[in-house]
T-cell receptor, first 114, second 116 residues
């Protein structure tokens, strides 16, 4: 009964490189959410996806950030041309499409931009 | 726009004490409220979820209450232990089940330290 899986757990990128963060939801969950936690700040919603659909990306920065949740495979959060301000912990959560809509979180990916 | 506030920002108490953490939210039209625990450098562990139709939920030494009309929730921890030391986060899931409304809005958290 694996929980939400995220990899890598830690990622170091130089300024200008691309970062790819992966999230596998819990078994039976078809809704995926990405949140970002900047140093000394609270968690902020970024994007909500269902399989092959972006439902709400109101929290995504307008440039350089994109997300997908393909029919097969994990959800991917992609950050192009990373800058130091992108250094943060990125958390993925998943939920079922019915019931209490409780969200279960993964361990996070800690991105450091040097 | 929903805003969630947690008070106090930090709390330090001796082991064995009972304590209350507070959470307030500005828009009472919420679907549910979750309390999480976050250990330093780690992910979030869901502690309790209260649906909007409920008034409280209990799990072991934890009890969470919800008063939608006043926009408040409390997390009560009984007989605190050093292992309870962590940051406690309150988050609300807002409004309705329509697509586009399904996101958690988090408070800044309360950093709890239980002293042996």
């Amino acid at each position: 009964n694996a929980g939400v899986m995220q990899n890598p757990r830690h990622l170091v990128r130089r300024r200008g490189q691309e970062a790819r963060l992966r999230c596998s939801p819990m078994k039976g969950h078809s809704h995926v959410y990405w949140y970002r936690q900047l140093p000394e700040e609270g968690l902020k919603f970024m994007v909500y996806l269902q399989k092959e659909n972006i439902i709400d990306e109101s929290g995504m920065p307008k440039e350089r950030f994109s997300a997908e949740f393909p029919k097969e495979g994990p959800s991917i959060l992609r950050i192009q041309q990373v800058v130091r301000g992108d250094s943060a912990a990125y958390f993925c959560a998943s939920s079922t499409p019915r019931g209490a809509y409780e969200q279960y979180f993964g361990p996070g990916t800690r991105l450091t931009v040097t | 726009k929903q805003e969630v506030t947690q008070i106090p920002a930090a709390l330090s108490v001796p082991e064995g004490e009972n304590l209350v953490l507070n959470c307030s939210f500005t828009d009472s039209a919420i679907y549910n409220l979750q309390w999480f625990r976050q250990d330093p450098g780690k992910g979030l562990t869901s502690l309790l979820l209260i649906q909007s139709s409920q008034r409280e939920q209990t799990s072991g030494r934890l009890n969470a209450s919800l008063d939608k009309s006043s926009g408040r929730s409390t997390l009560y921890i009984a007989a605190s232990q050093p292992g309870d030391s962590a940051t406690y986060l309150c988050a609300v899931w807002g409004g309705n089940t329509l697509q586009g409304a399904q996101k958690l809005v988090f408070g800044q958290g309360t950093r709890l330290t239980i002293n042996p």
